[in-house]
């Protein structure tokens, strides 16, 4: 009999398998790989200038980069033609349906980490407030995997948001519009502070050292076309080592539907997906980190519950322009990173927690993925776009989400998920951003914002929250979905709230502290 | 070549000579032809109309697309630039066209300005152009 089996290859089933290892597991996943590596080597826009013509790597022969011409759009990462499969396949393994809610789901290995911006937060005290856990609770997994996959950033000023870390590698280097905005700030710093916003450098799973076999980041800027970058952090490097040295096994091509518990055992459903048979696995325990989404509708599908509207949490975003006019006209940084540059955070009495941003280059993505964003002819756009890029940053703002009763995620009759999530930007955090920004010379307008769909940031959680006391369709302090002896939850489906920072970091170490609390950690 | 493939080779030469001036690389036309298939907006009776409109009356093409971009949202024509963008932008012949690799504040400023000229004139012509030829 196998001890554990984990349902998925992402953050929180690779932590899962990391915490677990040594003990019989059996790790089931989809496990979609990329279609191979583009031929891309050194700096993306070296290439561009130097090779004719760069179609099959940045387009591709199936134009998957055009994806985003007609039909829903999705994230600017998951659309070229070796990144894409990251989401591929997804809208027939877990059909969504919803009018307001532009989610994905993603059955490769690694799942959505993928394509992430490598934030890596720590939920401290405050952001815990909700859950029946504290930061001390998880502190010990914090460590021990900020020592496995190396972060860089520093404990500047957002240390009192991000927790302090003693272990971390050097910041990445930053662009000249990012060092100016954060000099910016540090002469101003007790104005920005007495508004309750911070600026800092960010923390990131990006190595700027050699660690643990893995080189350091050398600012290629092909985070959106190359996938497997070994100096940005991805859960397949971990399980690939695990599965290498025998410590779990993994078992690709099955996606999970269905478990069943039996007196000292679960009884997990696979489809095959390659003879498209039904199987079954045997273990004593089930982790469930199939993503929350995938999670939910394993859990509704093993009730055959086709009535119950369970809650659902996402960060709402805004996207900001922020462009500082010196630079207008100057040669773009090409020797950059589309890596977040700097993080904001930015308190304010109408949210419940404060709300952080990342700022971003313009230099990652082509082109032609914004040049009809602008309201010029096209031609003129063009012509913006080649002089704005090297004055402009993007903040990406991350509200918290918010509970709410119209926001729920159910599984119907016919197997597709329902999701319903309305949500409509007060402003008042962008107006405040804008207006202090502009102190330190970064232009912007509030109607210059965008406001992506529901669903876009990725961070989706608290479908089967974690409670010191549940009810149905919740979970226990140890992950044990209420009503079964032998079922965990282990990834964003049990966060009893999100805050507005990314939810990966603490997804791992919660998975870590899930499954290494299991009877005798198995082993 | 079909009926519909020629048309769409005739639409990506003009376009492009519109936007960029000069030969398109016919590896591009070619590449634009196969994009439609999987753009089914670009390839509507009414997008299909209004092509033939402007390629037969040697219409402006741009002034047109903006017009209708401003007033509709996103009209088949802007699907159909913007494959033709991103067709070009992989090729390192249209680099500088996309990135900035001289500085230089004033003629960008000066450059921006007269982009901007250029838009206003753009839109008063292309919303002739819609309502002359019935375009909307």
């Known amino acids: 009999m196998i001890d554990a089996i984990i349902v998925g290859s992402g953050p929180a089933g690779t932590a899962s398998a990391l915490a677990l290892r040594g003990a019989r597991v059996l790790v089931l996943d989809v496990g979609y790989t990329a279609p191979g590596t583009p031929a891309l080597d050194g700096n993306i826009y070296a290439a561009r200038r130097q090779r004719e013509d760069l179609f099959s790597e940045l387009i591709g022969e199936g134009f998957e980069g055009l994806r985003n011409i007609s039909g829903r759009k999705i994230s600017l990462k998951l659309k070229s033609p070796?990144?894409?499969?990251?989401?591929?396949?997804?809208?027939?393994?877990?059909?969504?349906?919803?009018?307001?809610?532009?989610?994905?789901?993603?059955?490769?290995?690694?799942?959505?980490?993928?394509?992430?911006?490598?934030?890596?937060?720590?939920?401290?005290?405050?952001?815990?407030?909700?859950?029946?856990?504290?930061?001390?609770?998880?502190?010990?997994?914090?460590?021990?995997?900020?020592?496995?996959?190396?972060?860089?950033?520093?404990?500047?000023?957002?240390?009192?948001?991000?927790?302090?870390?003693?272990?971390?590698?050097?910041?990445?280097?930053?662009?000249?519009?990012?060092?100016?905005?954060?000099?910016?700030?540090?002469?101003?710093?007790?104005?920005?502070?007495?508004?309750?916003?911070?600026?800092?450098?960010?923390?990131?799973?990006?190595?700027t050292e050699p660690h643990d076999g893995r080189p350091a980041y050398s600012y290629d800027n092909l985070e959106f076309f190359k996938p497997y970058n070994q100096a940005i952090y991805n859960p397949v490097f971990t399980l690939d080592k695990l599965v290498a040295r025998g410590e779990v096994e993994l078992r690709r091509g099955f996606l999970v539907t269905r478990f069943e518990e039996r007196e000292s055992f679960v009884e997990v459903t696979a489809r095959n997906l390659s003879l498209g048979q039904d199987e079954v696995f045997r273990a004593r325990k089930l982790l469930l980190a199939a993503g929350t989404l995938s999670t939910t509708k394993i859990?509704?599908?093993?009730?055959?519950?086709?009535?119950?509207?369970?809650?659902?949490?996402?960060?709402?975003?805004?996207?900001?322009?922020?462009?500082?006019?010196?630079?207008?006209?100057?040669?773009?940084?090409?020797?950059?990173?589309?890596?977040?540059?700097?993080?904001?955070?930015?308190?304010?009495?109408?949210?419940?927690?404060?709300?952080?941003?990342?700022?971003?280059?313009?230099?990652?993505?082509?082109?032609?993925?914004?040049?009809?964003?602008?309201?010029?002819?096209?031609?003129?756009?063009?012509?913006?776009?080649?002089?704005?890029?090297?004055?402009?940053?993007?903040?990406?703002?991350?509200?918290?989400?918010?509970?709410?009763?119209?926001?729920?995620?159910?599984?119907?009759?016919?197997?597709?998920?329902?999701?319903?999530?309305?949500?409509?930007?007060?402003?008042?955090?962008?107006?405040?951003?804008?207006?202090?920004?502009?102190?330190?010379?970064?232009?912007?307008?509030?109607?210059?914002?965008?406001?992506?769909?529901?669903?876009?940031?990725?961070?989706?959680?608290?479908?089967?929250?974690?409670?010191?006391?549940?009810?149905?369709?919740?979970?226990?302090?140890?992950?044990?979905?209420?009503?079964?002896?032998?079922?965990?939850?282990?990834?964003g489906a049990c966060f009893s709230a999100l805050p507005s920072k990314n939810l990966t970091f603490t997804i791992m170490a919660n998975a870590m502290r899930i499954a290494r609390g299991l009877p005798g950690a198995m082993a | 070549m079909s009926g519909e493939a020629e048309a769409l080779a005739r639409e990506a030469r003009t376009l492009h000579r519109a936007l960029f001036g000069g030969a398109i690389p016919e590896e591009v036309v070619q590449r634009y032809i196969r994009a439609h298939d999987g753009c089914p907006a670009a390839r509507t009776e009414a997008a299909r109309r209004a092509l033939d409109i402007i390629l037969s009356r040697n219409l402006d093409a741009e002034a047109i697309e903006y017009a209708l971009r401003l007033r509709k949202g996103d009209p088949a024509l802007t699907q159909k630039f913007q494959i033709l963008f991103y067709l070009v932008e992989v090729r390192s012949a249209y680099y500088p066209r996309f990135v900035n690799e001289r500085p230089g504040a004033a003629r960008a400023a000066w450059e921006m300005l007269q982009a901007v000229q250029h838009s206003l004139v753009k839109f008063v012509k292309g919303c002739y152009l819609i309502r002359r030829y019935h375009l909307d």
């Open chain 1, 82 to 207: 070796f990144t894409s499969y990251v989401v591929h396949n997804w809208e027939r393994l877990c059909p969504l349906s919803s009018t307001n809610f532009e989610g994905v789901v993603s059955f490769a290995q690694g799942g959505l980490a993928n394509a992430w911006g490598a934030g890596v937060y720590r939920f401290t005290d405050r952001e815990l407030s909700e859950f029946p856990i504290s930061a001390s609770d998880l502190t010990p997994y914090f460590d021990e995997l900020t020592a496995h996959i190396g972060v860089s950033g520093i404990n500047d000023d957002l240390a009192a948001y991000f927790g302090r870390d003693l272990c971390l590698l050097p910041p990445i280097r930053i662009s000249a519009v990012a060092r100016e905005i954060l000099a910016a700030y540090e002469r101003r710093k007790s104005h920005f502070r007495a508004r309750g916003i911070t600026v800092g450098l960010p923390r990131l799973a990006v190595l």
């Open chain 1, 299 to 491: 859990v509704l599908a093993a009730r055959s519950d086709t009535r119950t509207r369970l809650p659902l949490l996402d960060n709402p975003m805004c996207c900001i322009p922020l462009i500082r006019p010196r630079y207008i006209g100057a040669a773009l940084e090409v020797n950059d990173s589309s890596l977040a540059q700097l993080n904001v955070v930015c308190e304010d009495e109408s949210l419940s927690g404060p709300v952080q941003a990342s700022v971003y280059g313009t230099t990652g993505p082509l082109r032609s993925d914004v040049l009809f964003e602008f309201p010029l002819a096209i031609s003129a756009n063009l012509t913006w776009a080649r002089y704005l890029s090297p004055a402009m940053a993007l903040m990406m703002l991350f509200y918290p989400g918010q509970r709410d009763p119209r926001n729920y995620i159910c599984l119907r009759p016919s197997g597709e998920l329902e999701v319903n999530y309305e949500w409509r930007s007060p402003g008042t955090v962008e107006r405040k951003l804008i207006r202090e920004f502009r102190r330190i010379g970064c232009l912007s307008l509030l109607s210059l914002c965008q406001y992506p769909p529901m669903g876009a940031s990725l961070h989706y959680a608290g479908t089967l929250p974690m409670r010191q006391t549940p009810g149905e369709y919740e979970t226990h302090p140890d992950g044990r979905l209420e009503g079964t002896r032998n079922v965990h939850i282990v990834d």
